[in-house]
């Protein structure tokens, strides 16, 4: 399996550290997944659609906060 680096800042860094129950290389493979999601299926929406790069942007925004808000009520 391939695996990514990811880098975060040092405040971000000492956040998780509190948090040692976190499985957060689950938590980014969890987002990173939804978001591929989120972006095929807006490709589908969007094949032949007449929406804005703005509108498409902002139903991926939305899209994201529900995706964040599910992994974090799934890590409690």
Known sequence: MPSITVNVDDDLKA???KHPEINWSEVTRQAIQEKIEALEMLDELTSG???TES???EIADTINKSGRKRVEENQE
């Open 49 to 51: 659609s007449e929406l």
């Open 15 to 17: 956040r998780m550290e």
């Open 55 to 57: 509108d498409v942007q």
